[in-house]
């Protein structure tokens, strides 16, 4: 396996700590200087963290490479489901269309609906880890809990589907420094979003059809939820309105959706540390 390769960003915090060290021992009296640096570095880390697409902490995919970019293609991605009642019909609506789509499951809630989560891929679509409960506190969790997280979904995701998840989206898109060398051990990928809905809190189907639309363009990674989804004001979940009329604008505009993780092939590392499950 190869090792994980530290960013820049990372290497230089780890000598600010070890120059504000030396700077203290050799002048004790410099102590306050040291400790407001270090903490001013924590305190960048923990921003940049908070920071869905950053790049800082380590690799992450915000766009579709250039040649797709090229191409006119985007991906289309679905957080949190599967979802029995939701996640159905958006797999109606694509079917109709003829949309290919990239479902970031939450495993647990797969776990409880296995068929759901086998029809997914049986309609082309595919599945990738989304951690295995969504938990709010993701970004605190320390190395081994992140593992576990990670862990307990590849395992139960791969022998549902048969297909092993190359990619991962952290809950909320928050993450801490643990993340990175945790992800690369387990052959994935970390993928953000270039455009958000935000379905999950905003109910109104043309702001949310707005933000997925204005600028659109070819390499672009859109985000909605067929879990977790708000209503309209008349009850109907929102995403079930806004993708008819994202994917009659992403034809317009002479575009074509593609499913994610075919752009991002797995982690060489993975071919030596995984296998398939039986048949």
């Known amino acids: 396996m190869t090792t994980w390769p530290v960013p820049t960003f990372l290497l230089s915090s780890a000598a600010l700590h070890l120059l504000a060290l030396l700077a203290v021992l050799r002048t004790p009296g410099a102590w306050p200087w040291a400790l407001g640096a270090v903490v001013l570095n924590h305190l960048a880390i923990m921003g940049l963290g908070l920071w869905p697409r950053s790049t800082w902490l380590g690799e992450n995919i915000t766009r579709l490479p250039a040649p797709a970019a090229a191409r006119g293609e985007i991906a289309l991605t679905l957080d949190d489901g599967p979802d029995p009642?939701?996640?159905?019909?958006?797999?109606?609506q694509l079917d109709a269309a003829g949309v290919q789509a990239t479902f970031f499951v939450i495993a647990e809630r797969a776990a409880a609906h296995p068929a759901l989560l086998r029809e997914i891929v049986q309609r082309g679509h595919e599945v990738q880890n989304h951690s295995w409960r969504h938990p709010h506190a993701f970004s605190l969790f320390g190395p081994r809990r992140i593992a576990r997280e990670l862990q307990q979904a590849q395992a139960f995701l791969h022998t549902t589907t048969?297909?092993?998840?190359?990619?991962?989206?952290?809950?909320?898109?928050?993450r801490n420094v643990f993340l990175g060398p945790v992800l690369h051990r387990a052959g994935l990928r970390l993928a953000s979003w270039t455009r958000r809905g935000f379905d999950t809190r905003d109910g109104d189907a043309q702001r949310v059809l707005a933000r997925l639309t204005r600028g659109l363009r070819g390499g672009d990674i859109l985000l909605l939820h067929d879990g977790h989804c708000a209503a309209t004001p008349e009850g109907r979940p929102v995403v079930?309105?806004?993708l008819p009329a994202l994917i009659a604008q992403v034809r317009q505009a002479g575009l074509r959706f593609v499913r994610l993780g075919d752009a991002w092939p797995a982690h060489p590392a993975v071919a030596t540390t995984h296998t398939a499950p039986a048949a």
Not at 162 to 174: I, M
Request: hydrophobic letters at 45%; zero cysteines; proline letters at 12%.
């Open 240 to 242: 079930l309105e806004v």
């Open 162 to 174: 048969g297909t092993r998840p190359t990619l991962f989206r952290a809950p909320a898109g928050l």
């Open 85 to 92: 009642v939701l996640t159905p019909q958006v797999l109606d």
